[in-house]
């Protein structure tokens, strides 16, 4: 992931809408990303992984993106829920090394 | 239950005192992570352990003490806090430091006053 500055990105999203939330990564090399959502006074959860071998990978309701060519991950949240509201943000590595994590997208469900 | 322990997870406390923050893990983790997060940085790596008595520096390493006599708890000492460590603390763990989801804690804010 990659640092956005002093102030999260937010998108707001109408209950029952899909969401998509994106992420840049600055590795062309990274092999291994994650997404992880953190809710309010909460540590951060795992969402789902992808390893460059693949280009999508689907949970449940959530599938990641990868594009390898721009550098782009994406999270979309399908039916998103008030639960989905959070801050979600995007990690990558390469090689087994540590991971290295963006700064976060605020979601807000509206009712 | 399985999991990550933090305590404690809130602490108000001095310039120039030390304060230790404690992280215990069940998952008999080879790994474990101290990250602090602030707002417009993400969380950024203070320190982590590869095994018991096992460490190494990450990006933000300076003005805190870390050690791992015991693979489930990875205590982080700050030795003089300053303001500038005023933040929230996370701690992780995992079986291998890359290519496998981080497991955290809730964190401890902890504020410097």
């Known amino acids: 992931g990659e640092s956005v500055g002093l102030h999260l990105p937010t998108l707001s999203v109408q209950e029952g809408d899909n969401s998509i939330i994106n992420c840049a990564y600055s590795?062309?090399?990274?092999?291994?990303f994650i997404w992880y959502k953190q809710e309010s006074g909460k540590g951060p959860q795992f969402i789902i992984d992808?390893?460059?071998?693949?280009d999508k990978r689907q949970g449940q309701r959530v599938t990641v993106l990868l594009n390898k060519t721009v550098k782009h991950l994406s999270l979309q949240i399908a039916a998103t829920q008030p639960g989905d509201s959070a801050v979600y943000f995007c990690a990558d590595s390469f090689g087994n090394e540590k991971l290295t994590f963006g700064t976060g997208t605020r979601l807000t469900i509206i009712p | 239950d399985a999991g990550i322990t933090q305590s404690p997870r809130y602490k108000i406390t001095e310039t120039g005192r030390q304060v230790t923050l404690m992280c215990h893990q069940t998952?008999?983790?080879?790994?474990m992570f101290w990250y602090r997060q602030d707002l417009g940085h993400g969380l950024r790596l203070i320190y982590y352990s590869a095994a018991a008595d096992i460490t190494d520096k990450g990006e933000v390493p300076d003005g805190y003490v870390v050690s791992r006599s015991k693979t489930e708890n990875f205590p982080l000492t700050l030795e003089s806090a300053t303001r500038s460590q005023t933040s929230v603390y996370f701690c992780a763990s995992s079986e291998s430091p890359g290519w496998v989801p981080l497991h955290f804690g809730n964190g401890t804010r902890l504020t410097v006053t």
């Open positions: 998952w008999s983790h080879s790994y």
């Open positions: 992808i390893r460059s071998n693949m």
């Open positions: 590795n062309s090399a990274s092999d291994y």
